[in-house]
């Protein structure tokens, strides 16, 4: 059952992963939507980090789960972005995709049935 999960990139800026390879690009509130959208729906994602570790076997296959059904939505608020993501992806799926994309620059503030 899809969920829709309410996000804020309080700091857009700043909300950039440790490794610049993984890391939003986007400046504005839809190019961070398509980012987060397609690193829902694609392991493009995943199989760059996995590549990256230093015993990519030792990966747990499951976190390079994909929903191509996903969809973000983004708005600009003041200075803050707020995504939707209406997605089937367990909620660790979606918080490793975020690190990845966003380091600690983002926030959780819903989950609701979608």
């Known amino acids: 059952m899809p969920a829709r999960y309410h996000l ?3 700091d857009p800026a700043k909300a950039r992963g ?4 993984f890391a939003f690009r986007a400046v504005s509130a839809e190019g961070f939507a398509e980012e987060l959208e ?25 976190l390079g ?4 059904s996903a969809v973000v939505s983004g708005a600009q608020h003041d200075l ?3 995504l939707i993501a209406t ?17 600690h620059g983002w926030a959780l503030h819903d989950v609701t049935a979608a």
């Open 65 to 68: 789960a994909t929903d191509a």
């Open 38 to 62: 397609n690193a829902l729906r694609e392991d493009g994602l995943f199989k760059r980090w996995k590549g990256a570790q230093a015993d990519p076997d030792a990966i747990d296959p499951g």
């Open 8 to 10: 804020r990139l309080a």
């Open 18 to 21: 440790d490794e610049p390879a």
């Open 87 to 103: 997605t089937t992806l367990p909620g660790p799926i979606l918080r490793h995709r975020l690190r990845l994309l966003a380091g």
């Open 80 to 82: 803050s972005i707020e």
